[in-house]
């Protein structure tokens, strides 16, 4: 007849009975990388922890025939191993423990030995609730097991591990797996607009289980639910609100098993406000035809800003920049006169102020300095300069057709242009001396003659003259013995290249221009990339570039009497210095 053990049961604490060895020993090699079972202090007696409570080590577990409530365990009839007597030295010293889950339902536990041969481990535990033990591992080489508890409750955890000898000790400790418990405390926040259309959002809380969080919103006005984070293991969240008016905050936390508990709160996104207060401004230039103009404000939303200027001498509007986030802008104006300068600005909702403030250009110092510089030498026969930025211009004899020299290539490049882009000829066309695309290069880099003189005896000057007419240019073949052309039209030319830059034909010519060979003349003087084209005969010198400084500029300078570019450096430097 077996024996019964019956086993004195106290009520356990989250961490249990434990029952100690009679010595202490390092921790087997064995999974040390899931988790250190430190060494525990010797003790004759066992203990229980957080409880003033203690009982002796069961000389043997009680016996039970109850079905286990765990499938994956094996319900037994407990029967302790025969004791041999051995040498003493084999020695359980103390468990350990890593918990997967908060409530201790998922728990690694590992036992501390000193052994002089192999140990084998069986290791059980006792349902308090059931009266039931089961097996959890038998017959391993671990001194760590995995322990998933069934159900809440209290537990005991036995091990006994034997040697190859035969030698065997026990180590048994209580285990408590509690309930699940998840406590929402409340929410805090921080506004990331003035409005509080965004902000993070958090929830504080208590639990001794993972939770994930669900958050959403509801929309009152619209009687909408609208969700912001879904099973997100954070308790914060990111919210944007689509408008001005009341809200709730929701959130629901979840823990493992699937218990949930909600909090909310009210909130109120206040209406968008914007007051526009005063302009200031940095004038960029003496005479105030540039400037820097921002607008003061306050506002609870995120702005954007149109900018205008009203041209009263022409009564005409024109917007300088369109839905800037910048309270600033920089104001050109293209001539003298009065203006208004304007500003609406408007919140994210549509909410919307203006502001405007007249404004006065004076007399322009610079401007009126280079129509002197022009007129410093009777050898300049025309001249011509236009601010690419403000529209500002300033000519000497502008309109007066002067020989051209090399300059009227200008004008063949846009015949040329049209003979391509029209399809009745292609960069791979043949002429005398080559292709297009060569003798153009010739033309361009070098000044060289044979391309646009083909081009006017295969085409017809008259044929030329009258597509430039249409262009509304005075035409370069106007006498019979030398191309000719003004200021004023080959400060257009370059005025249209420069505006179709994007052109590929275009910017193919800007390209030659900025490397043709000679750079004596306005490259030199201004000592800045120029796109520019020479002309040079007998004694004419001319030179007619786009001057890329901080406000590009065309200058075009055409002379007589001359037998080198120094009179055109020397003009060129000159208009630079007044920039």
Not at 401 to 426: C, P, Q
């Amino acid at each position: 007849m077996k024996k019964i053990i019956t086993l004195v049961l106290i009520v356990l604490s989250s961490t249990g009975l434990v029952v100690s060895a009679t010595d202490s020993s390092s921790l087997s090699e064995d999974k040390r990388t899931q988790n250190m079972v430190a060494e525990t202090a010797p003790t004759t007696e066992a203990t229980m922890l957080n409880s003033s409570q203690s009982n002796q080590k069961p000389t043997s577990p009680p016996q039970t025939s109850e079905n286990s409530e765990d499938n994956a365990s094996q319900t037994t009839t407990y029967t302790p191993p025969k004791k041999e007597p051995s040498s003493g030295t084999l020695s359980l010293n103390g468990m350990t423990w890593q918990k997967n889950t908060g409530t201790g339902s998922d728990v690694n536990i590992g036992v501390a030995y000193q052994s002089k041969s192999d140990v084998i481990f069986n290791w059980q535990y006792y349902n308090i609730s059931n009266k039931t033990w089961e097996t959890i591992n038998s017959n391993t080489a671990s001194n760590w097991i995995t322990f998933k508890a069934p159900h809440v409750g209290q537990y005991l955890i036995h091990v006994y591990g034997t040697t190859a000898e035969g030698e065997t000790k026990e180590y048994t400790i209580g285990w408590n797996v509690e309930p699940e418990t998840a406590v929402l405390k409340g929410m805090t926040w921080q506004t990331l607009e003035k409005n509080a259309s965004k902000a993070n959002i958090g929830v504080a809380y208590t639990s001794n289980s993972k939770l994930t969080f669900t958050w959403q919103y509801y929309d009152i006005t619209k009687k909408e639910w609208h969700i912001v984070a879904k099973d997100t293991t954070s308790n914060w969240m990111t919210v944007t609100l689509p408008r001005s008016g009341k809200y709730l905050i929701h959130v629901e936390a979840k823990t493992e098993s699937g218990k949930t508990v909600t909090y909310d709160i009210g909130w109120n996104v206040t209406a968008d406000t914007v007051n526009l207060t005063g302009m200031t401004w940095q004038h960029l230039k003496k005479d105030a035809s540039s400037a820097n103009i921002g607008i003061a404000y306050t506002t609870n939303s995120k702005l954007t800003f149109t900018w205008q200027y009203y041209d009263i001498a022409k009564k005409e509007w024109h917007q300088i920049l369109k839905d800037t986030t910048s309270n600033w802008i920089t104001f050109n104006s293209p001539h003298y006169g009065q203006y208004l300068i304007h500003v609406e600005a408007r919140t994210k909702e549509g909410t919307t102020a203006t502001y405007s403030i007249g404004w006065q250009v004076f007399s322009k110092d610079g401007l009126g300095e280079i129509l002197p510089i022009f007129n410093s030498s009777n050898n300049v026969m025309s001249a011509g300069y236009y601010n690419l930025v403000t529209g500002e211009s300033v000519y000497k004899n502008g309109k007066s057709l002067v020989t051209s020299a090399s300059t009227y290539k200008l004008f063949i490049s846009l015949y040329v242009f049209d003979l391509i882009e029209s399809g009745r000829a292609n960069w791979n066309t043949r002429f005398s001396n080559g292709t297009f695309m060569t003798g153009f290069y010739d033309m361009i880099i070098n000044s060289g003659n044979a391309f646009p003189e083909w081009v006017k005896s295969n085409y017809g000057y008259n044929n030329i003259d009258s597509f430039l007419k249409i262009k509304g240019y005075a035409g370069i073949y106007n006498y019979s013995d030398r191309a000719t052309t003004s200021a004023e039209d080959l400060v257009k030319i370059l005025k249209y290249y420069y505006t179709n830059s994007s052109n590929s034909n275009i910017n193919y010519l800007l390209d030659l221009m900025k490397k043709q060979n000679y750079r004596s003349g306005i490259p030199s003087g201004t000592g800045i990339i120029t796109a520019d084209k020479v002309g040079f005969l007998w004694d004419i010198r001319n030179d007619a570039g786009i001057v890329y400084s901080s406000q590009p500029y065309i200058l075009v300078v055409m002379t007589n009497g001359q037998y080198n570019f120094d009179l055109i450096a020397n003009i060129s430097k000159r208009v630079q210095s007044v920039q």
